[in-house]
Nanobody, 125 residues
């Protein structure tokens, strides 16, 4: 079992930055790929970025490429999402998700089966 807890959500102005943290209950025992998703009111959940266990491969959806950066620190059992140049359309609840995946790549289309409770990000002037 993997327990995930997100933190760092806040209200920011357009153009601002925010870093989200996903802390895992256990990370170093198994091989988990971790992804960030978001869901805005009335919209479908959107996959944003994923990172492999070994921290050697990342992937991004087009809408955040160049603005968001995913990283992880397995020693701290944590994955981060650095978000820059935020836009009002980035407003959503952000979730991290995990899957046992020791592979060398990750995909947002995987069936992630461990989810956090979400953290709210609001981008507004």
């Amino acid at each position: 079992q993997l327990r995930l807890v997100e933190s760092g959500g806040s209200v920011v102005h357009p153009g601002g930055s925010l870093t989200l943290t996903c802390e895992a209950s256990k990370f170093t025992v198994d091989y988990y790929a971790i992804a960030w998703f978001r869901q805005a009111p009335g919209k479908e959940r959107e996959g944003l970025s994923c990172i492999t266990y070994k921290n050697d491969y990342t992937a991004y959806t087009d809408s955040v490429k160049g603005r968001f950066t995913i990283s992880r620190d397995n020693a701290k059992n944590s994955v981060y999402l650095q978000m820059d140049n935020l836009r009002p359309e980035d407003t959503a609840v952000y979730y991290c998700a995990g899957i046992v995946w020791p592979g060398s790549i990750c995909r947002l289309s995987y069936e992630y089966n461990y989810w956090g409770q979400g953290t709210q990000v609001t981008v507004s002037s």
